[in-house]
């Protein structure tokens, strides 16, 4: 097996990959001397490579003492790829209905790695001055969105998250402390939505809304931002709803089967 050799790449990982690459042809194992062969790498470093990887359960040993072969860890990894995509593709066709109807910005973010990521964004007519952009990974306690999934998350896990620092003080806005979060996050369960009046950025309101798997597990939300003008608490209720309706819109998509507010 030829490896390409490109300037950019870290040498060991290149080796790692071609080394996983090559352990797809297989189910049942292939020795160590055969892949370091197959690879041209060298045996101590394929080795090596070996051990590295099964730290994490990336490779395994094979049915036959002495073999390799690739490990359920990359299955777990290529699920949560492809529910991103799942719910991404989903959710795309609602959030372009809610932008429609209301003019403004609606979000997709995903659970992933105890944070939010934005995977989606459809602008509405106010993007000039919304923050959050695709691709952008957030703590779950700042801003709507994140929020709305914190809220469904258990009671230690919350904890957990809430005491680990905004190391990328995000929140320069807010004057919410971590030990009034629970709070909040009980007034989400009971609204069923989150809300957030300028605390990430001035001048912004947002209201999010969670989105659950067909097990019932919380696993993404979906948002709306707008100017705080156009966002009076005055106006939270009835925008709330299409913010909800959408979320469960989404949800019933995935296979849930729960009936939020």
């Given at each position: 097996?030829?490896?390409?050799?490109?300037?950019?790449?870290?040498?060991?990982?290149?080796?790692?990959?071609?080394?996983?690459?090559?352990?797809?042809?297989?189910?049942?194992?292939?020795?160590?001397?055969?892949?370091?062969?197959?690879?041209?790498?060298?045996?101590?470093?394929?080795?090596?490579?070996?051990?590295?990887?099964?730290?994490?359960?990336?490779?395994?040993?094979?049915?036959?003492?002495?073999?390799?072969?690739?490990?359920?860890?990359?299955?777990?990894?290529?699920?949560?790829?492809?529910?991103?995509?799942?719910?991404?593709?989903?959710?795309?066709?609602?959030?372009k209905e809610l932008t429609n109807n209301t003019d403004d910005t609606t979000y997709l973010?995903?659970?992933?790695?105890?944070?939010?990521?934005?995977?989606?964004?459809?602008?509405?007519?106010?993007?000039?001055?919304?923050?959050?952009?695709?691709?952008?990974?957030?703590?779950?306690?700042?801003?709507?969105?994140?929020?709305?999934?914190?809220?469904?998350?258990?009671?230690?896990?919350?904890?957990?998250?809430?005491?680990?620092?905004?190391?990328?003080?995000?929140?320069?806005?807010?004057?919410?402390?971590?030990?009034?979060?629970?709070?909040?996050?009980?007034?989400?369960?009971?609204?069923?939505?989150?809300?957030?009046?300028?605390?990430?950025?001035?001048?912004?309101?947002?209201?999010g809304a969670p989105i659950f798997d067909h097990k019932g597990r919380i696993t993404a939300?979906?948002?709306?931002?707008?100017?705080?003008?156009?966002?009076?608490?005055?106006?939270?209720?009835?925008?709330?709803?299409?913010?909800?309706?959408?979320?469960?819109?989404?949800?019933k998509s995935l296979g849930w089967q729960g009936d939020k507010k």
């Amino acid at each position: 097996m030829n490896q390409k050799k490109n300037p950019n790449t870290v040498a060991v990982i290149e080796k790692a990959l071609t080394v996983i690459t090559f352990l797809e042809r297989t189910k049942e194992g292939v020795g160590l001397t055969e892949i370091a062969r197959q690879t041209n790498i060298n045996k101590t470093t394929c080795y090596r490579i070996l051990q590295t990887l099964m730290l994490d359960n990336i490779v395994e040993y094979g049915s036959v003492e002495g073999t390799y072969r690739l490990g359920f860890r990359l299955l777990e990894l290529g699920n949560i790829v492809k529910r991103r995509i799942d719910v991404r593709e989903i959710a795309l066709p609602y959030l372009k209905e809610l932008t429609n109807n209301t003019d403004d910005t609606t979000y997709l973010c995903i659970l992933n790695n105890d944070a939010s990521l934005c995977v989606e964004r459809i602008e509405g007519i106010y993007v000039q001055v919304l923050l959050l952009n695709i691709g952008d990974v957030w703590p779950l306690y700042v801003g709507a969105a994140p929020r709305a999934m914190l809220a469904f998350l258990d009671d230690k896990k919350i904890d957990e998250i809430l005491a680990t620092p905004d190391e990328k003080n995000i929140t320069v806005h807010s004057e919410i402390k971590h030990n009034d979060y629970w709070s909040l996050i009980k007034d989400i369960r009971k609204k069923g939505y989150s809300v957030s009046y300028e605390d990430v950025i001035k001048g912004v309101s947002s209201i999010g809304a969670p989105i659950f798997d067909h097990k019932g597990r919380i696993t993404a939300s979906v948002s709306i931002s707008t100017t705080s003008q156009k966002l009076p608490p005055s106006k939270e209720t009835k925008i709330a709803e299409q913010v909800l309706h959408t979320a469960n819109q989404i949800s019933k998509s995935l296979g849930w089967q729960g009936d939020k507010k």
